[in-house]
């Protein structure tokens, strides 16, 4: 027994450490440190929460001041905490206090965290290209010149579930695309990869006059709520907030905020005194989770498996011909292929995949996502491979490649019979390992519009508040996939039964 | 068959062959020998153009080799002609013992399918391996693996084949099982150019015996005179 209680003793204090340090504090702690803890992300952009165009450290926008304003009347200072859109409810469980980013209020949402009453209301506005279709939203019932109209949303927003919604009823013949960034869909409008856009009319309004090329397409549709996400845990703040915002609407001070960013205050106000009480959504049994929610992550892991099916073979290719040709190619070629090595190996895949995804359009490339993907995957790949083949190739003794040059072969012909077929049978393992890694790293695709396993977790995560049953879910899908992917690779390097050097 | 006219080679600007000049090799084998440096290796690595020479010129089996080295083309025609058996047999460990005899004749000769098969077992019949054609190089003994490597060059019918050290990873009865294979091609009437410490070897085979010491040609003649 000695020695077990000051075990409990330490795990307690840790227990308790964690918890002050890591979860949403409650309103009496935030009293005594004097500070708010709000989330946002700064990249949402206008009128929200963006950087000030003339000093780019300060954060500006209409929620940022309605923080301070919530701050002051809980008696503290506002603190902004980045994070990212879609993930920002998660920081409740580690640093923030709340969240104040455009987050609407949905059943689902009143029942996984605290949801002050509405401090914002908004519609949704579809935006195309001046004199392109589709002209009015009904146009979307029936297909568009090149089949089913291609329109951008932000991922994990409410005219993303609006406009998956319509797909389903069968009312609009839409593809919709997901974006992590709220104006890269405006952004592929204006480039002709997308038709239409849909986005919260506030931003619609507040980049007019950047996406000069755009316009409106029919009147704004489908309004909500914007709230105040708190934790559970958090009864006190929340109610605190509540109170907070019930001032700041009677005495008028919103309204004037809204009317200081042109976002009709008047009528701002009109529409929260008229707001309908959003419901609170039924929680769910893990059964029924894991129904609702397995096809979709089997559809998407299908998609992890496509990309890395797809883009490895073009990876290893194109990474043996970099190898050959830097260690055996003309004198001229060498440079130009360290370069490429260097350069894809020290840059990140993300920026590869944007630039070909969201630049080459610019010059009138516009390639899908899917492609694109599979592309930049291949590519970046390609600059590792090449590097291990190079390894690879050096491994082979000289004496085979003499071998094969005094039976009369050419370079070329030692290299494809000889040398080459020994160094793949050498690199086997760390490239069975790469395969691996490049189906893990497929995730970063979703930053292009491609959702695989790991970006579809994190949308249904956010959306049911299941976040460690569907994390378990997910990380099963992917052993999954990847064990018998090193089983399969175990069985083909044995099979090779990989030579120990030169012959002997 | 073999004329080399005041060779010379340089490595890190010190000599190693040193104008050396042979002539008189018509047909028949010849056996290098020497002392380890004496350059005898590199004279025959030179003969097929693993190594550049600096001065003066060979002639083997047709081709002309100049100084500084000769295009691809000329090398690659070279090759065809002459063959060569190296002391560490560089088989192809991916490659079974016949496909490891097949491989340059379907490559480089583009003979079809079925004739380098048969070609291949008839000289692995002839180097006493029938039995292992299926086999991965990486099973046999040193010995077995350096009749396959015989095997190999022999496939592309070469004008001259060239042998360095042929027996120098092998021990006494492994050497043996390989030198009478060496010497049955000798009675055959093949054009042989061998690098040994074998006297014994040399005694029995060499047509004519050149030994080497710093780069020069010391002393050449007949096995009988040479060597007793």
Redesign the interface.
């Known amino acids: 027994m000695i020695g077990f209680r000051p075990a409990i003793a330490t795990l307690a204090c840790l227990a308790a450490v964690a918890a002050s340090w890591a979860i949403a504090a409650e309103l009496d702690e935030i009293q005594s440190r004097g500070e708010l803890v709000w989330a946002a992300d700064q990249e949402g952009g206008g009128p929200h929460v963006f950087p000030d165009p003339s000093d780019p450290r300060r954060l500006v926008g209409f929620e940022v001041e309605f923080a301070e304003l919530l701050a002051g009347e809980l008696g503290v200072k506002a603190r902004f905490q980045q994070g990212q859109w879609d993930r920002l409810p998660l920081l409740l469980d580690q640093t923030a206090d709340c969240v104040i980013n455009g987050i609407e209020l949905t059943p689902e949402r009143r029942r996984d965290y605290g949801c002050s009453r509405p401090y914002f209301g908004y519609a949704l506005q579809m935006v195309g290209r001046r004199a392109a279709p589709p002209a009015m939203l009904a146009d979307l019932a029936e297909a568009g010149p090149a089949g089913a109209w291609r329109v951008g949303v932000l991922t994990g927003s409410a005219a993303e579930i609006e406009m998956r919604a319509r797909a389903a009823r069968g009312e609009a013949q839409v593809e919709v695309i997901g974006y992590d960034g709220t104006l890269d869909s405006m952004e592929q409008v204006q480039s002709g990869v997308l038709d239409a856009a849909v986005l919260d009319d506030c931003i619609v309004t507040f980049y007019a006059d950047r996406f000069a090329a755009l316009r409106n397409v029919d009147r704004p549709f489908a309004g909500g709520l914007y709230t105040v996400l708190t934790s559970h845990r958090t009864p006190k703040l929340a109610a605190a907030i509540d109170g907070a915002i019930g001032r700041l609407i009677a005495d008028g001070r919103l309204k004037k905020l809204y009317d200081r960013w042109d976002l009709a205050g008047r009528q701002q106000m009109l529409m929260l005194r008229d707001a309908a009480e959003i419901p609170v959504a039924r929680g769910r049994t893990l059964g029924e989770l894991v129904r609702q929610t397995l096809p979709l992550l089997l559809s998407s892991a299908g998609m992890t498996v496509l990309l890395s099916c797809a883009a490895f073979p073009l990876a290893v290719a194109a990474g043996l011909a970099v190898a050959v040709g830097r260690l055996h190619g003309p004198a001229w070629l060498r440079p130009l292929l360290t370069g490429y090595v260097e350069v894809l190996r020290g840059t990140p895949l993300m920026l590869q995949l944007y630039a070909i995804f969201f630049l080459l359009p610019k010059i009138g490339l516009a390639l899908p996502a899917l492609v694109a993907a599979i592309i930049g995957l291949a590519l970046n790949y390609s600059a590792y491979e090449s590097e291990i083949y190079r390894a690879g190739l050096k491994a082979v003794?000289l004496?085979?490649f003499?071998?094969?040059?005094?039976?009369?072969?050419?370079?070329w012909?030692a290299l494809r019979?000889?040398l080459v077929?020994?160094a793949v049978?050498i690199v086997m393992p760390p490239v069975t390992s790469d395969f691996i890694a490049l189906f893990k790293d497929t995730s970063v695709c979703s930053a292009i519009t491609v959702i695989e396993l790991t970006k579809r977790y994190s949308v249904l995560a956010l959306s049911t508040g299941r976040i460690v049953e569907l994390a378990v879910v997910t990380a099963v899908l992917y052993l999954c996939m990847s064990w018998p992917l090193a089983v399969l690779s175990r069985w083909f390097e044995s099979r090779?039964?990989r030579?120990?050097?030169?012959?002997? | 068959m073999i004329e080399i006219d005041s060779l010379t080679k340089r490595r890190a600007g010190k000599p190693v062959l040193d104008g050396v000049s042979l002539r008189g090799a018509e047909a028949g084998v010849t056996v290098l020998v020497g002392a380890s440096g004496s350059g005898k290796s590199t004279l025959l690595r030179c003969m097929n153009g693993l190594e550049i020479f600096e001065g003066g010129t060979i002639t083997i089996a047709g081709h002309r080799l100049a100084a500084g080295g000769q295009s691809i083309a000329a090398l690659d025609d070279l090759r065809r002609d002459v063959g060569m058996v190296f002391q560490q047999f560089n088989l192809f460990p991916h490659l079974s013992v016949l496909d490891n005899v097949m491989l340059a004749p379907r490559v480089v000769a583009k003979v079809p399918v079925e004739e380098a098969r048969c070609r291949a077992v008839d000289l692995l019949d002839r180097v006493g391996l029938s039995a292992f054609v299926a086999a991965r190089p990486a099973t046999l003994s040193g010995g077995q693996q350096q009749r396959v490597a015989i095997a190999r060059a022999l496939a592309m019918r070469p004008r001259v084949m060239l042998f360095d050290e042929p027996t120098s990873a092998l021990d006494p009865t492994m050497t043996s099982e390989v030198l009478d294979v060496i010497l049955d091609l000798a009675k055959a009437g093949q054009t042989m150019v061998v690098v040994t410490h074998d006297h014994g070897f040399a005694k029995r085979a060499a047509t004519w015996v050149v030994e080497l010491a710093a780069g020069r040609i010391v002393r050449q003649g007949t096995a009988a005179a040479m060597l007793g």
Request: aromatic share 0%; net charge neutral.
């Open positions: 003794p004496g085979q003499e071998a094969a040059l005094s039976l009369g072969l050419t370079k012909q019979h000889v077929p020994q049978r090779l039964d030579p120990a050097g030169g012959g002997q």
